[in-house]
């Protein structure tokens, strides 16, 4: 999928929402533990309820890791039935991946040609080359951790340098000078509205990623006054407050619901900037 | 596995030799590939010619996941041999990981609880919250990234502070606060050796994973005068340099030779500082 197709299901939806598919066997509605894949069953009934609602779908990896081999294969029929069902979904995969060179091509591969996602989530810590490998496919995207909206997010991210640059800010400016770097985009947590503002400063026609609403406590309002651009130019994650909304069989109306409220907020937040199609 | 363990074993083995286990079906030796799960048996044949000389195993989860379910069959085949057959060799998972709290806790269950690794590879930029949930196992270890090997490892590893502190540096002398610190290790690149002095200033007990010997241009010597310590506090990988060193039917007495020459280095090294059991 590329920028302007993503943009164009934004409009169209009327929506910024991505949904979390953190499938945790525990938080199941227990009538799904007779499926001989639970988490697969889980994740196609909250995708069929809430599709016309959300324009992003991110399972993180950890989560289907947990379940080892019976995992992995639960993630694989999750993308395929995204893929196939919903192409017009954008898919992320937050795996928060990186390593050197050759082996960041590795996981590229893994998650762009053989799992067939439209991006993945990537960590900064080693640099250029780690994530490069990334960003050499043609409408594929690496959603690069900066501003994380977790407690320890403020050991280092926050750090200041001799200038007075923080460590977040120069890795969305160093990370301009990379190949490919149109094909970024960037995560920044939603708890710290106030930062979404210095990060546009450096990366103004981004995309970025927000997690941190809902469960995390994260300011729904703040983040569009903050972050949203020309091209909408955000994709707001909730994951627990929609999946987890119901343990009966009612779970995937009730997910519904929780999704409705949150695009309720984005279908008002873009017309009051006048964007639409 | 506990520190100890690992310190008498290195002695008793005279050696600190990591080999990584990053098993690519292109470069494998051709044979193998009618085998019904080739990257397993090149890892079997490539263990059994090694244990005596190496003391940990270190696959590169990355090489795993590219090749899907079936790479991640081979990788719990994989662990599961070593700890069945050779439970005396420590064990490290290159993944990487690093997530929220309850996200890492999942990783964690799944490299230490499920695979039953004795450590695993983690990033540090999201910070304390991280990376503790992997410090939660006894007898497990996080191997934290410091200073990479890598070109782009200066991107943001080295910048230095108001104070005049790296970020490496403050990685590690940050980490030292977090709830069960004695259960980290470092992972140190060798290109940059007269690091390690720096490194060792202010984790001088830990163990450092040192990658970037041979491939990768490592002095091996420099590693040693900077970055040993009285506990021999290191664990030297090699990769492709040993594993890949014949694409015959004599490849595992082939890797066996160049672990062996390794092997010799680093028993002169420990003798010379007079470290024995």
Redesign the interface.
Known sequence: MDRQQLIDEILRKRSFLCIGL?ADKDKLPPHLLDHEDPIFEFNREIIDATHHLAVAYKP?T??Y?????EG??SL?RTIRYLNERHPEVFTIA?A??????N??T??A??FFE??EFDSVTV?????????EPFLAFEDKFAIM?AL??????????V????S?EA?FE??LR?SLGWKNSDRLMYVVGATRPEFLGQVRKIVPDHFLLVPGIGAQGGDFNGVCEYGMNADVGLLVNSSRGIIYASKGHDFGEKAAQKAAELQGQMEKALSERNLSL
């Open positions: 953190d993180n950890a989560f890791e947990a379940y080892g081999m992995w294969r694989e937050d928060k991946r990186g390593d050197i060179g082996t960041s590795r996981y591969r893994a053989d799992l960590a900064p810590y080693m640099g250029s080359d780690s994530v951790l994380t909206s977790n407690k320890g997010g403020l050991d280092f991210q750090t200041e340098d001799r007075g460590l120069k890795v160093t």
